[in-house]
């Protein structure tokens, strides 16, 4: 893990302090909300239905045990004992009160964390493959690339006020965990044929009520060149991105309005100019963090299967959706599922960030990651370390074996706590959970990804949901809009809408019905998306209104 | 609004001409770059200190080659969100060389200063009187800098300037 | 016309409050002053902004409520409103619920 130098520390610590000043102008008047609010955004600090809401940055979703510690510490000292996990590697606390947060940023401090950057319309937390150092796929480990990014964009002086918000995500090069083509800019780790690492580009994707995908500008940026040509990419926009209407500010809307082309001849030109300067990053600079990056000290595992070892049926199943391969021999990942029966999809309370940092401790080398699946990740597990890890992670309500399936719901906060929500999300995951309680049934039905957000904000990433669930309202009535197809992988795609929407107390059927449809047509092996991409929307929409032609 | 030069508080000797204003027989004049462009020969002749106002929609190299009629490029702020001339700022001084005074227009407040400052700006425009004399506590708040700009602009890594 | 009443959230704390009859917030809705007539909500939101009330509270705005009820308190027609009042619908396990 990075670990933080003088000058990271120093930087954490006075930004702090300045919050705590600011606080004490916006309490003595001499700030008005107006001047406060995107000083209080660019800490992570919302103000939201029922208190204000921090979001404190995982970076590229890697934690240590002893940061995971004092996040539990925090929101047991000062929320209500709970936080939430969420698609971009963040942890929100829903239960604060303004006069406490610079407290509390202080005390993230002390364990290299921070808010900066967190929301506004700047260059927020980078985010990166849960899976990185640890997958046998992929190129480069991604976290290197991504703390560069978090460094260089950390209080950048000129990209502080964009048109709107700003998301970077890096992917190792293998299989695409980290959505990169839904982010305002995507890097994917590649290597020329000179063996040379280097970055593929995307940019101009995001979700929102305008769903884009990334569209590729370079094929192959040497990884040296990196910052000065994200430089390039937020000088263009920051001066070119919209700025008369806030829903057609994103960089998506730029890249859509001019073209890809015109956008890559403009980032390229800018480059050029830049290419060259200070920016190019030494060869030292790039050791010094990789170094920080180095694989735990494995050990030669030397010890049967565990499945020769435990025949519990629950163990068994855990290991198929919750067991990861690892790229080190007998070592693998593991998910931690935060998607437990009734409880709100990346939720974890103080008590299980405890028991998971003391488990992280024991069977991880202190690591945990945060998945953008609202999951969490143990990314060094000894094989033959499994079923004791197992055992632990079920007596805490963590061992539930459904990572990829049909209720590892991401869902957003929705209308009980976001105040720009539509509809409720969380109760409707919670219904389709409790719809789909058979674990055998769901291990049948295999990967399936719902995804639902409260309003078009797209939080929960719906647009690229196997099945996504948009809530919406229509007469002070909450409504559901319903889309199959979407993914957000290496094969990207906007999925569909199946039709007029329906009320929240249908949706576990219209899931149900979803699923038989799909059951009965599937080929051997194919997964729910591979239906729809084969037979498109037509069988799932006669089913789904077969009986309400009036609707 | 106080005027802050390289952080002290000046007396602002600039006058900022409408467009329907005659040029005054003496003192320093502020135009806007449609002037500029208008009358830019009779600007000229009068051989006088010239100052130019830029609004964010402004594409900086368009006016490179005439840089050096000014010694003065005021860049509008229209509010704290709008960061354009962040850029502006950095590209007047870092690609086109300009080396008069840049001076950031707002009302501006003690937040955002070190951020002016490290793109190139050595003037600020501040909202009142109190956020002017708060300018040396507000720049000394945050002193890391983990990326180049133009204090270090020929940094060789983007951390290795603050050690 | 629906009857009205004025609600914001505190500065400090964050949380739900409503304007009572003394122009002060209250985290009580059953204390929430009710606005009957259309002319009066402009002229209380210019109260509050004069007399500073609003100063120690953020996004100020009115809602409609339902004020017909024998019980005598105010309940938001919004659904959203209803659920600023009593809190998520929703309440984790291992949460104790929320009362505001
Ligand atoms: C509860 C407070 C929240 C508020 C007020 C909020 C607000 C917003 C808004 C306004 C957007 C749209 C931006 C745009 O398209 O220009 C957005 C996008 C997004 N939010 Fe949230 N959000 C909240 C919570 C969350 C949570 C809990 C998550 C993760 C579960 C999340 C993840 C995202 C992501 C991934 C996007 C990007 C979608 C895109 O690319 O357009 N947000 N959020
Ligand atoms: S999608 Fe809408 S309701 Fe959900 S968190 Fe985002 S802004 Fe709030």
């Not at chain 1, 990804?449 to 909450?478: F, M, R, T, Y």
Request: aromatic content about 8%; hydrophobic content about 40%.
């Amino acid at each position: 893990m990075y670990t933080y130098q003088a000058q990271d520390q120093l930087l954490v610590d006075q930004r702090a302090a300045q919050f705590q000043e600011q606080v004490e102008r916006r309490f003595e008047g001499a700030l008005n909300e107006d001047e406060f609010r995107p000083l209080r955004l660019q800490n992570g600090l919302y103000q939201e239905m029922h208190a204000y809401m921090l979001r404190i940055n995982i970076p590229y979703g890697t934690l240590s045990s002893r940061q995971l510690r004092k996040l539990a510490d925090i929101s047991r000292t000062f929320d209500k004992g709970y936080g939430h996990f969420t698609t971009r590697q963040n942890l929100q606390l829903n239960w604060l009160s303004l006069k406490d947060t610079p407290a509390i940023l202080a005390e993230l401090a002390t364990v290299e964390m921070h808010a900066i950057q967190s929301s506004g319309s700047c260059i927020r937390n980078v985010t990166a493959d849960h899976f990185a150092g640890a997958a046998a796929d992929e190129i480069d480990d991604p976290r290197i690339w991504a703390e560069i990014v978090r460094q260089w964009s950390t209080l950048h002086p000129e990209f502080a006020f964009l048109p709107r918000k700003f998301k970077i995500a890096v992917s190792g090069g293998g299989k695409d965990r980290a959505a990169t083509a839904v982010h305002d800019i995507g890097l994917k780790l590649v290597r020329n044929d000179d063996g040379q690492i280097g970055f593929e580009v995307m940019v101009g994707g995001g979700l929102g009520r305008t769903p884009m995908l990334g569209k590729v500008i370079r094929e192959f940026l040497p990884s040296d060149h990196l910052l000065s040509y994200l430089e390039a990419i937020l000088r263009v926009y920051n001066q070119l991105g919209r700025r008369d209407n806030k829903y057609k500010a994103r960089i998506k809307i730029m890249v859509h309005e001019l073209g890809a082309e015109v956008v890559r001849d403009l980032v390229e030109d800018e480059w050029l100019a830049t290419r060259d300067s200070g920016l190019k990053l030494p060869q030292s600079e790039v050791s010094r963090i990789r170094d920080n990056f180095q694989p735990p000290a494995f050990e030669v595992v030397d010890a049967p299967d565990p499945d020769h070892q435990v025949q519990e049926p629950g163990f068994i199943d855990w290991q198929r959706t919750n067991v990861h391969a690892h790229k080190q021999p007998g070592y693998n990942i593991v998910t931690v599922s935060l998607k437990a029966f009734g409880i709100a999809p990346g939720d974890a309370s103080a008590e299980q960030m405890y028991v998971l940092a003391n488990l992280a401790d024991a069977y991880s080398f202190g690591e945990i990651r945060v998945s953008h699946e609202q999951n969490l990740i143990l990314p060094h597990v000894r094989r033959d370390h499994l079923p004791a890890l197992w055992q632990s992670l079920q007596r805490v309500g963590l061992g539930t074996a459904n990572a990829g399936l049909a209720t590892d719901i991401i869902s957003c906060p929705g209308m009980d706590f976001c105040t720009l929500a539509s509809a409720r999300s969380i109760p409707v995951s919670l219904a389709i959970t409790e719809r789909l309680d058979d674990l055998k049934r769901l291990h049948d039905i295999g990967e399936l990804k719902i995804k639902i957000s409260g309003c078009v904000n797209a939080c929960a990433h719906h647009h690229v949901g196997h099945i996504g669930i948009l809530g919406l309202e229509k007469k002070g009535e909450e409504f559901y809009q319903v889309t199959v197809g979407g993914r957000a992988d290496e094969e990207a795609a906007i999925g569909q809408v199946v039709g007029p929407g329906f009320a929240g107390h249908e949706i576990p059927d219209v899931i149900e019905n979803l699923i038989a449809v799909y059951l009965d047509v599937r080929k051997n092996g194919e997964l729910f998306v591979d239906t729809v991409k084969r037979l498109g929307t037509s069988p799932f929409k006669e089913s789904l209104y077969a009986h309400s032609e009036t609707r | 609004m106080p005027i802050l030069k390289h952080g002290e508080i000046i007396i602002d000797d600039w006058q900022n001409l409408a467009d329907d204003e005659v040029l005054p027989e003496e003192g320093l004049a502020i135009v806007s770059l449609a002037r500029w462009q208008t009358d830019r020969d009779q600007l000229i002749n009068a051989r006088r200190p010239l100052g130019l106002r830029l609004t964010g929609k402004v594409d900086v190299s368009e006016i490179a080659a005439d840089l050096d009629h000014f010694d003065l490029v005021a860049v509008s702020f229209p509010g704290i969100a709008d960061g354009r001339g962040y850029s502006q700022a950095r590209l007047l001084r870092q690609r086109f060389g300009f080396t008069g005074e840049l001076r950031a227009t707002g009302p501006l407040v003690r937040d955002v200063f070190a951020a002016l400052e490290r793109v190139g700006f050595d003037a600020i425009e501040a909202r009142d009187q109190a956020e002017a004399e708060a300018w040396s506590v507000a720049v000394g708040r945050i002193t890391v800098r983990l990326q180049s700009d133009i204090t270090a602009p020929e940094m060789s890594s983007f951390q290795t300037a603050a050690e | 016309m629906t009857a009205r009443i004025i609600t914001a959230n505190r500065l400090d704390t964050g949380i739900v409050v409503y304007l009572n009859q003394l122009f002060d917030w209250s985290t009580e809705i059953s204390a929430a002053r009710v606005i009957t007539e259309d002319s009066e909500v402009e002229d209380v939101l210019k109260i509050v902004d004069r007399a500073k009330i609003g100063e120690n509270v953020v996004g100020v705005y009115a809602i409609d409520v339902d004020d017909t009820d024998e019980i005598d308190v105010p309940v938001p027609l919004r659904f959203r409103e209803r659920i600023r009042v009593n809190g998520p619908t929703v309440s984790p396990h291992h949460v104790t619920p929320h009362h505001a």
